[in-house]
């Protein structure tokens, strides 16, 4: 029996899932983070034990990884070297390895054209298009990832000190997140080790305080900068664009440009069909 194995990996964890031919799941597993360019080690001790935890189940406990076909979106994929070192190591019969954000699209869209907004930690913009994918953002926390949460962080901590200095009007959710830090000379000390995920940890604050002008002027610039992006991806003739991630409702309901598509699937899903894409 042919076997296909999807692997969804990210900054924080990794799932996989095992299917036969027909594409119907017969297992699946769970396991740590699989950056595969932050933690390359790290990454592939995490697939490793989700891929092995799966087949264990369907094969038993002593059989060998090497017969099954495996499509892995990873995160770090797109840095010079990391998906060739990880194929390297890896023990499938054949394996395809791309980013996320190319299985976070192909799950979303399935068959079908259309633009996909993936919005959460990080951000990453793609357009299926007769089955050609183009992804653009991705760029990680330091060179884009524009409307993540992590970019929100960063702009509400930013915009405090700002109102601080007499820059932005100090409204009551600035003050709040001064007060947290005590002194200004803290939140800078919190910056220089702070990592996207610890930024991305305010979002949920500046969503709750919409109504307070610090927070909609920061949504307001982030939706921009989201909406030139996708704009950029358009085709003469517009697709619809599928919003998805933790901060995807968020998008949808400020972005109205451009019709809405419902998600088919998610990322796990994208790295199953491309799985099921080597073998055909």
Not at 207 to 217: G, K, Q, R, V
Not at 273 to 279: D, K, N, P, R
Request: charged content about 15%.
């Amino acid at each position: 029996m042919q076997l296909f194995l999807g692997v969804d990996g990210g900054g924080t964890g990794c799932r996989a899932a095992l299917a036969d031919a027909t594409g119907r799941i017969l297992a699946r597993a769970e396991a740590g983070p699989a950056n595969i360019f932050s933690n390359r080690d790290l990454a592939l001790q995490n697939i490793l034990g989700a891929a092995t935890s799966a087949a264990h189940q369907v094969l038993g406990s002593r059989a060998p990884l090497s017969g099954i076909r495996a499509g892995l979106g990873l995160a770090g994929a797109n840095a010079a070297g990391a998906a060739a070192w990880l194929g390297a190591h890896l023990p499938f019969a054949v394996s395809r390895i791309e980013t996320d954000a190319l299985t976070t699209a192909k799950g979303a869209l399935g068959s079908e054209d259309g633009l996909v907004a993936a919005m959460g930690t990080g951000s990453v913009f793609a357009r299926q298009s007769a089955g050609q994918i183009r992804q653009i953002g991705g760029w990680g926390f330091w060179l884009g990832d524009e409307g993540s949460g992590a970019a929100l962080g960063r702009s509400l901590l930013a915009r405090a000190l700002r109102a601080l200095d007499g820059v932005h009007e100090m409204t009551p959710l600035l003050k709040a997140v001064l007060d947290d830090f005590g002194a200004p000379d803290r939140l800078v000390a919190y910056s220089l080790t702070a990592r996207p995920a610890d930024y991305a940890q305010w979002a949920p604050r500046l969503l709750a305080s919409s109504a307070d002008p610090a927070a909609e002027a920061i949504l307001h610039t982030a939706s921009q900068e989201v909406e030139a992006t996708l704009a950029a991806l358009q085709p003469d003739t517009a697709l619809p664009v599928t919003f998805v991630g933790g901060l995807g409702p968020t998008y949808a309901a400020r972005i109205d440009r451009w019709t809405q598509r419902a998600a088919k699937g998610n990322a796990l899903d994208g790295a199953l069909m491309l799985a099921m894409e080597i073998a055909a």
